[in-house]
C-alpha cells in the first residue's frame, strides 16, 4: 500500500521569506504519479503540479518550485518570496499508474503568511 | 473550464437522517470521485466510480453508498446519518486512467467546493 507523509502540518512564515514544504512517499511501484494540490480558505482543491516517477526533472512556475528526488522518495515544494495570497493548506499526493488506482493524499501542510 | 459542482455548500442533519450529496461535472469524466477531509487526517477516498453504474470501495466505505445513473453525477448516500459522520465531503473527477500518461490531464483531479455536513 502507498503511503504519503507531509511532517509539517503547520507552516507561518513573513511575507517574502522562502518557505518548503515536504512531502515524503512509499511505494513498492517503480511507475507513480505525484501531485501537490493547494486548498485556498475557500475551500476547493486546486491542482498545481503532476510529476511522472520517470521523470525526475525538477520544475519550476514563477515562485513556485519543486524538487522530485526518488532516491529519497521526496517531492517537495518551494515558494519563492512568499505573499499572503499563498496562505493555504497544501496536500502532497500519489497515484499508481495502471488500472484504476485511487490517489493517496498527505494530511496536508498549512501555510500561513504573515504581512 | 471543467466545473464540478456539488449541490449543498452547508448541510446540518440530525442522526439517523439519510443523507444526500449530489455532484456533477460537466466535462464529460469518466471517473468521479468522494473523499471526506478531517482535520488531521487530509483526505480520505469513500468510493469512486470509472464508469456509469460502476462503483468502488474506497478506504472508508463504512456507512456510505453511492450512486453513479448518469455519468456526470454522482451522488454520495448516508443511509442514516451519524454524529462521526460529521465533515467536509469533497467531490472530483478525473479523465480515464487509461489516457496516455504525457497527455497533460491525465489522471488530474478537478474537486468541488466541497459539502460541509454538520449531523446533530
Known amino acids: 500500500a502507498q503511503k504519503v507523509t507531509q511532517a509539517q502540518t503547520e507552516i507561518s512564515v513573513v511575507e517574502k521569506e522562502d518557505v518548503t514544504l515536504d512531502c515524503v512517499y512509499e511505494?513498492?511501484?517503480?511507475?507513480?504519479?505525484l501531485f501537490w494540490y493547494k486548498q485556498p480558505p475557500s475551500g476547493e482543491l486546486v491542482f498545481l503540479i503532476r510529476r511522472n516517477s520517470f521523470d525526475e526533472q525538477n520544475e519550476i512556475s514563477g515562485r513556485y518550485s519543486w524538487n522530485f528526488q526518488k532516491s529519497t522518495s521526496s517531492f517537495n515544494f518551494t515558494i519563492t518570496a512568499s505573499q499572503v495570497v499563498d496562505s493555504a493548506v497544501y496536500f502532497c499526493a500519489l497515484r499508481l499508474t495502471g488500472g484504476y488506482q485511487k490517489v493517496t493524499f498527505g494530511i496536508g501542510t498549512k501555510l500561513q503568511v504573515i504581512p | 473550464d471543467v466545473k464540478v459542482t456539488q449541490s449543498s455548500r452547508y448541510l446540518v442533519k440530525r442522526t439517523g437522517e439519510k443523507v444526500f450529496l449530489e455532484c456533477v461535472q460537466d466535462m464529460d469524466h469518466e471517473n468521479m470521485f468522494w473523499y471526506r477531509q478531517d482535520p488531521g487526517l487530509g483526505l480520505r477516498l469513500i468510493y469512486f466510480s470509472y464508469d456509469v453504474k460502476m462503483k468502488e470501495k474506497g478506504d472508508i466505505p463504512e456507512g456510505y453508498s453511492v450512486s453513479r445513473e448518469k455519468k456526470e453525477r454522482f451522488s454520495l448516500i448516508l443511509e442514516s446519518a451519524s454524529t462521526n459522520q460529521t465533515s467536509m465531503y469533497l467531490c472530483?473527477?478525473?479523465?480515464?486512467?487509461?489516457?496516455?500518461?504525457?497527455?497533460?490531464?491525465?489522471?488530474?483531479?478537478?474537486f468541488g467546493a466541497g459539502s460541509r455536513l454538520t449531523v446533530l
Open positions: 511505494t513498492r511501484d517503480t511507475t507513480y504519479y
Open positions: 472530483a473527477s478525473s479523465i480515464p486512467p487509461g489516457t496516455s500518461i504525457s497527455s497533460s490531464g491525465a489522471n488530474v483531479l478537478t
